[in-house]
């Protein structure tokens, strides 16, 4: 059996996760061949600017004609790689990379033969270009497919009678001073040198500019990588995080809903505080885990049906305590090591009172963090809002005047505008609920 597929009871395949990546690795096959087509693009125009250059009289007119039928040919491969670049339903497929490659290596050929054929870092092109791709096989399609090339150029460089001469007639009008009638007046004005430079330099333009996109396209195909794997680590961890959370809201019977409606009281809150935007979606995506700890009380205590005892209650206050330790086992190889903090400080110190007689720390003022300031008041304002076996449910605005009262005692006083100025949005939201 493959190892991608597997076979129910009934011998019916069944897809699996590989299965379901499937459509991703078409995009991403897509989107490789059009960064391709891209570097097709630009290597016909600096290959179209070096004729032109050629036209003006930069180089000997003895290489004029191959230079016209080459860039011609390079055109004709251009369009090609274009469409099957670009048109959608060719562009996924897995045989298009193959044709791609094969049309790079032929452009490869004409280019290093007809227009420059001592370009040798040229050849490395259709090996970047295969970079591209993270595919063994067209890696070792392309690596065969340039070396064939490299014995083939010489030969058709003879066939078309580029073998070098621009060159080896430079190197002796730059020595002896002959063969200049070769060159338009205006480099023969030049020193020697300098015309040397600006020749040898437009032949390897085209390569180098070529070179860089090919490389450019290959490091953005990583960013596209590595920006998916990080969707979907993110994705894991948020519904890891939200798995823990409902772990603990289905053992507390008193507390149905709690932690979705908490974590909404404190999305809303955060959007009336000037926050950085990563900080504010660390603060929601911890909020969840503020209760984590309660999965180490006693049923018997979590579910009692009526007002608990001075030891029961006691036994409740190790929660924090017990929340931060759990938080910082199951986050202890996360990356983020800022959500790492604040979902560690939102689960010890959301019980904390601003003038220092919360619990388990006994802290007081800016000495308690953000994070957990702002959990106090969602977490208190849905237990005043919501019904409990021991209380009555309270209504919106019972529920603000106490949070209102308790400004500067419970909670921390500089939260009381943001806390007025999304009431409304608070009641709105419970009103849905």
């Not at 290959?47 to 016209?68: A, D, F």
């Not at 600006?198 to 390569?207: A, D, E, K, P, R």
């Not at 984590?292 to 009380?297: M, R, S, T, V, W």
């Not at 603000?400 to 419970?410: D, K, L, W």
Request: glycine share 6%; net charge negative; proline share 4%.
């Amino acid at each position: 059996m493959d190892e991608t597929e597997e076979k129910d009871m009934t011998g019916k395949r069944n897809r699996t996760d590989l299965d379901a990546y499937e459509p991703d690795h078409r995009v991403n096959d897509a989107l490789d061949n059009q960064y391709v087509a891209n570097i097709h693009a630009c290597f016909f125009a600096v290959c179209l600017g070096v004729l032109l250059l050629t036209e003006l009289g930069l180089y000997s007119p003895t290489v004029l004609r191959q230079m016209r039928i080459g860039t011609a040919i390079m055109l004709v491969i251009t369009i090609a790689v274009q469409i099957l670049g670009r048109v959608p339903s060719v562009a996924s497929s897995d045989k298009t990379k193959y044709c791609i490659l094969a049309l790079t290596l032929v452009e490869t050929l004409v280019f290093t033969s007809v227009l420059n054929f001592m370009a040798l870092l040229v050849l490395c092109i259709p090996i970047l270009v295969a970079m591209n791709y993270r595919s063994p096989k067209l890696a070792m399609f392309t690596a065969i497919g340039s070396a064939v090339c490299a014995l083939l150029f010489p030969v058709i460089g003879l066939i078309f009678n580029t073998w070098a001469v621009d060159y080896f007639y430079m190197l002796i009008w730059c020595v002896t001073g002959e063969h200049g009638d070769q060159f338009p007046q205006f480099i023969r004005n030049l020193h020697p040198l300098a015309a040397a430079l600006i020749f040898v330099g437009t032949l390897y333009f085209n390569q180098i500019v070529g070179i860089i996109y090919c490389l450019r396209s290959a490091n953005k195909r990583q960013e596209r990588i590595h920006k998916k794997q990080i969707e979907i680590i993110t994705k894991s961890r948020d519904s890891m995080l939200a798995g823990m959370a409902s772990v603990v809201e289905n053992r507390d019977n008193n507390t149905g809903g709690h932690i979705k409606r908490t974590s909404e009281v404190v999305r809303i809150l955060t959007g009336y505080l000037p926050l950085e935007d990563s900080f504010r979606d660390d603060i929601i995506k911890a909020a969840p885990l503020h209760d984590l700890g309660k999965i180490a009380i006693p049923d018997s205590i979590l579910n009692k049906p009526g007002r608990l005892t001075d030891t029961e209650f006691e036994f409740i206050k190790i929660h924090p305590q017990k929340g931060y330790e759990i938080v910082c086992t199951i986050l202890a190889g996360l990356d983020d090591e800022r959500l790492r903090s604040v979902a560690e400080n939102i689960a010890l110190y959301h019980h904390e009172k601003y003038d220092g007689h919360g619990y388990p720390r006994g802290l007081k003022g800016d000495e308690i963090p953000l994070e957990a300031r702002i959990m106090a008041i969602a977490d208190v304002y849905d237990a005043l809002v919501s019904v409990r076996c021991y209380k009555k449910q309270m209504s919106h605005e019972e529920a603000c005047v106490i949070i209102r009262e308790s400004m500067g005692t419970h909670f921390d006083p500089m939260l009381a505008d943001c806390f007025d100025r999304s009431a409304a949005a608070i009641a709105e939201y419970y009103a849905r609920e």
